[in-house]
């Protein structure tokens, strides 16, 4: 994930969900491709809010990720290696909540996992963005879908439309890189109707991103409580 991203997300919108009338289409379809991607990065940067969930079909490596995005926060978990951690950014300010097996697998500490996770307990756990654990356990990569700008690294150089699709209902359009090969290639494929959103990101080599839910009314995403938050090198010193 940290390598498809870097490189660098999508499902049902309920933001263009079908009323009574079908929507109305919105010219995409007749576009150069990389006019659609361009119109479809400028609604994914307006967006209030969206969910995402992310998919690595590496067997050796599976990964899964499901986050809710309001404005530049985020709250949701990180899967892989049988363990799993919270994340939260809220402003500036980044946490994460990790299970033992994730402390032993993600955070790679197996011998001080167990004091760790009952030491923070249930408690978020405060990280500088710069901590090399976040990218230990590829934090890093989840925490870039806060930021709007990160979908740009991924656009292909070379770009051309590909078939019409229905995903989760939702028509959409499919931009193809035409510079990789089948496997390693980046597929996006953007709403024709209503506002352009990307509804699914294929990043290629088994990563997938499906984007739902876009300007849904969504609960603020703030800091946690102090009494319910700790610092990480009050954790790392505790042992």
């Keep these: 994930m940290r390598a498809a991203v870097a ?21 995409l379809t007749g576009l150069p491709a990389a006019t659609v991607v361009e119109r479809s990065l400028a609604a994914f940067k307006s967006a209030p809010s969206y969910r995402v969930e992310v998919h690595c079909g590496d067997a ?23 363990g799993t951690t919270e994340i939260l950014k809220a402003g500036t300010n980044f946490y ?33 963005r710069g901590d090399p654990l976040l990218a230990t356990a590829g934090l890093d990569g989840a925490f870039l879908f806060a930021d709007r700008t990160f979908l740009n690294s ?30 390693a290639r980046t597929e996006i494929s953007v709403a024709t109707t209503g506002e352009p959103y990307p509804v699914r990101w294929d990043f ?18 703030e800091d946690p409580a102090p009494t319910t938050m700790v610092d990480m090198k009050t954790v790392l010193h505790h042992t």
């Excluded at 660098?8 to 919105?26: I, Q």
């Excluded at 770009?159 to 890189?177: E, R, W």
């Excluded at 290629?204 to 995403?221: C, E, H, M, N, Q």
């Design 154 to 183: 991924a656009v292909p150089k070379q770009m051309a439309l590909g078939d019409l699709k229905d995903i989760g209902g939702v028509p959409t359009v499919t931009v193809l890189d035409t510079w990789t090969t089948e496997d």
């Design 204 to 221: 290629g080599l088994g990563t997938v991103a499906d984007f739902t839910a876009y300007g849904t009314p969504s609960d603020p995403i």
């Design 96 to 128: 994460i909540r990790p299970d033992e097996t994730f402390w032993a697998t993600g955070l790679e500490k197996p011998e001080q996992a167990h004091a760790y996770a009952t030491f923070a307990g249930a408690r978020w756990i405060k990280v500088g």
């Design 60 to 82: 050796s490596k599976p990964l899964s990720i499901k986050l809710a995005v309001v404005g530049a926060n985020l709250h949701g978990s990180l899967t892989r290696d049988g």
């Design 7 to 27: 490189a660098t997300a999508m499902l049902l919108l309920t933001g263009c969900a079908h009323d009574a009338a079908t929507p109305a289409g919105n010219g």
